[in-house]
């Protein structure tokens, strides 16, 4: 089975701005101060979920294309902000801990329902460790192949080295093999397996890029 790095599109498929958000939604009257509110989408982490739903509201630059997957520019969180066909394909695969909260898109005077998959951060139970391969890369290239021998020694190279680390041999643990699409901890790498890519591709879904690990 191959598996493939999950990410927002750069090209000129998402118009002409990389992320495609405004930094808040001026259009509708917000300002910095909005990030101080306690349901603040800047507050969501993916150490646990928010206590109260978060206020997820976006406004695309002008120069930016509407997509089915958006990239944010104002979350610290990782996850992916879709709309409701691509949540409808995701809802097909099984998913690592996670929950869609609904967020608002904003574009040209218009408000369109999204929905943020806010992924949990869960250790590495799902993973053989022992069985599964690594390696470090600075997102642009691959670097060194890596092994360690628990989540607290992938912890401790992670901030060691300041490096991602990719598994390029996915094997996982017992009661996981179903497992399609989940997120490395403490790392912004979401992960899927060919049969969610080939569907996310055969739907055309915009905004969202594969690259083979």
Not at 126 to 137: A, D, G, K
Not at 147 to 167: C, H, T
């Amino acid at each position: 089975m191959k598996y493939f790095r999950l990410k927002n599109s750069a090209d000129k498929s998402i118009g002409r701005e990389y992320p495609q958000c405004k930094g808040w939604p001026e259009s509708l009257g917000y300002s910095y101060s909005m990030f101080s509110l306690p349901n603040s989408m800047s507050k969501l982490t993916n150490e646990y979920y928010p206590e109260v739903e978060p206020n997820l509201i976006f406004e695309l630059k002008e120069t930016a294309k509407l997509t089915d997957v958006i990239s944010p520019s104002n979350l610290h969180a990782t996850g992916i902000l879709m709309n409701r066909k691509t949540r409808d394909i995701f809802e097909q695969f099984v998913i690592t801990e996670h929950r869609y909260y609904i967020a608002k898109v904003l574009f040209k005077s218009l408000v369109y329902e999204y929905y943020w998959l806010h992924f949990l951060d869960v250790g590495l139970d799902f993973l053989n460790i022992q069985e599964s391969e690594f390696y470090q890369s600075n997102l642009y290239e691959k670097l060194d192949k890596i092994k360690f021998s628990s989540y607290q020694e992938y912890l401790e190279i992670g901030e060691r080295d300041l490096l991602e680390i990719f598994p390029e041999k996915v094997v996982f643990n017992m009661g996981y093999e179903s497992l399609q699409v989940f997120k490395m901890p403490k790392s912004i790498l979401k992960i899927a397996n060919e049969l969610v890519v080939n569907k996310l591709r055969k739907a055309k879904i915009t905004g969202l890029a594969f690259e083979e690990i």
